[in-house]
């Protein structure tokens, strides 16, 4: 459509270089660095408090930041780009009392779409969310679950280049919540960017690519998702086969899980050595593949040490 522009494919949608932002004596965001690519689903992860929503009000230059500097579609972000952008904000942002096709409209014109581009828009969204029959009515009529996705809808209308998601999911049903995941990838797939900010763990695991994790204003965790899980998990393996593990010397502790058993090996043991010592006891191997530690549970950890 005419009024978004082209993304730049070959340069961060969003980059960020070493931000620091105070408030008074606190000083929510520390010297903050990352970048973030067109056609990503990137997750931002932290503690209630951590600085998320103030890195999120930076980006959008709702907020200036006291030092460093924060790129958009490779530069300081103007009143144009900011018509490219969609934010769902963890508080909805309705008018309650409005219908859901009106309210719809005015958000979509507010980015810059024409009353007949607006009108369009809305109708095939409602459409494609199954909501066509709840245009004309009340947006306060509508159960928590419709509303979330008419604010959802809110954010989507403009077709946005790039998509800043805080707590999407909330007051979805397990329907609702695969159907918007399945939106989120069809973005990703068209190079559109995506930030995704949620305490779901689940969920980024199945989204993100790559994760950075706030705490206190300062970063925790920043890069690929598998590199991290491998860099927090214990030295183990899951294994299907019908070798004799009591017999192996390179085996610390073994929990039997029904047919997959977990094999936590000595420190120092590499997982391919332990996979050489079944090929050689002469046994077939199902299924062999290293054991890495749910997000969720790195996300814990890590905010009970900084605390």
Not at 285 to 298: H, K
């Amino acid at each position: 459509m005419l009024y978004s522009a082209a993304m730049n494919t070959t340069s961060p949608s969003i980059c960020i270089e070493s931000v620091s932002k105070s408030f008074g004596p606190v000083q929510a965001v520390q010297s903050i660095s990352l970048a973030i690519q067109p056609g990503e689903v990137f997750g931002l992860l932290g503690p209630n408090g951590a600085g998320k929503t103030t890195l999120i009000r930076l980006i959008m230059d709702i907020f200036r930041p006291d030092s460093g500097a924060i790129q958009v579609f490779g530069h300081h972000l103007s009143d144009y780009d900011k018509n490219r952008i969609g934010y769902l904000p963890e508080e909805r942002g309705l008018y309650t009392r409005q219908k859901v096709v009106s309210i719809l409209e005015y958000f979509a014109c507010l980015k810059g779409m024409s009353n007949s581009q607006a009108h369009a828009s809305v109708l095939g969204w409602l459409d494609r969310f199954d909501m066509a029959e709840v245009k004309n009515r009340k947006v306060q009529e509508l159960s928590k679950g419709n509303q979330q996705k008419v604010q959802i809808l809110a954010t989507l209308v403009s077709e946005p280049d790039i998509l800043i998601l805080d707590e999407p999911f909330s007051g979805l049903d397990p329907v609702n919540v695969r159907f918007i995941l399945n939106v989120i990838r069809e973005h990703a797939e068209r190079g559109k960017t995506i930030l995704l900010s949620t305490h779901q763990m689940a969920l980024v695991e199945t989204l993100c690519q790559r994760v950075f994790m706030i705490n206190k204003g300062k970063q925790v965790l920043y890069g690929p998702l598998e590199q991290i899980q491998r860099q927090h998990s214990d030295n183990a393996v899951l294994v299907q086969s019908e070798a004799d593990y009591n017999q192996c010397p390179l085996i610390e502790n073994i929990h039997p899980n029904g047919k997959t058993v977990k094999i936590y090996l000595k420190e120092g043991i590499p997982h391919k050595e332990f996979l050489a010592w079944l090929v050689h006891s002469g046994h077939d191997v199902d299924s062999f593949e290293r054991a890495t530690t749910p997000l969720e549970d790195i996300f814990i950890k890590l905010a009970e040490e900084s605390r």
